[in-house]
């Protein structure tokens, strides 16, 4: 069974600060999905990575796959407001996708 | 541009009642996924459909669950004497393959609440 452990659990700033949230496998990833979900809805895709080491950027966001694809982590800068919500990864590969437990994130005006 | 759609958005049975939660697929997607969601807890997959075929329902509870997708219209969920213990979230998500290296969208959640 592939144990997914994402980090911190929670996770409360201020607008305008950075932060880095992780996301840690005792297994190798294929590849590796990151989705952030609001309140009351239901998650949203952001981007998928798939090569060791690679680092995707998204606006403000910046994606790394670690370079073992045992690990990934999601950088934001300058959070806002609109950033608030709760930030998934799943790891994909030939079985079920398997979610982490999520960071709740909430970024503070 | 219609994406995952899923009803109802909310859902309010009595024990022993049965649920039914329909989600239709985005256009083009022929593979649907079900997930639950407790509260304060992670998405945990329940089963994986194609049109007519029950591909994978290995997180599906043996007993009162049951999932179709029927050639045509929407999947179809179905939770029957339900309990207290089934209050959740219910996403679905659809992806154009099967194989989930390809990624997969999700509706916007049945919210079940069972009285």
Avoid at chain 1, 67 to 87: C, F, V
Avoid at chain 2, 21 to 49: A, D, I, T
Avoid at chain 2, 63 to 88: H, M, T, W, Y
Wanted: glycine share 10%; charged share 20%; with cysteine.
């Amino acid at each position: 069974t592939q144990l997914l452990e994402q980090s911190p659990q929670f996770l409360s700033i201020q607008e305008g600060e950075n932060l880095t949230v992780y996301c840690n496998s005792s297994s190798v990833f294929s590849s590796l999905q990151w989705y952030r979900q609001e309140p009351g809805e239901g998650p949203v895709l952001l981007v998928t990575v798939v090569t060791g080491g690679e680092v995707k950027k998204l606006k403000r966001l910046t994606f790394q796959f670690g370079d073992a694809r045992k690990d990934s982590s999601l950088h934001i800068t300058a959070a806002q407001p609109g950033d608030t919500g709760l930030y998934l990864c799943a790891p994909s590969g030939n079985t079920p996708l398997v979610f982490g437990k999520g960071t709740r994130l909430s970024v503070i005006a | 541009n219609a994406g995952v759609m899923q009803n109802p958005r909310h859902l309010v049975r009595r024990r022993g009642q049965e649920a039914r939660l329909r989600c239709s697929p985005m256009k083009g997607h022929s593979h649907v996924y079900w997930y639950r969601q407790l509260p304060e807890e992670g998405l945990k997959f329940m089963v994986y459909l194609q049109k007519e075929n029950i591909i994978d329902e290995s997180g599906m509870p043996k007993e009162r669950f049951s999932a179709e997708f029927p050639k045509e219209g929407p999947s179809i969920l179905r939770i029957q004497q339900v309990v207290r213990g089934d209050s959740a979230a219910y996403f679905c998500a659809s992806s154009i393959l099967g194989t989930n290296q390809y990624e997969q969208y999700f509706g916007p959640g049945t919210r079940l609440t069972v009285t």
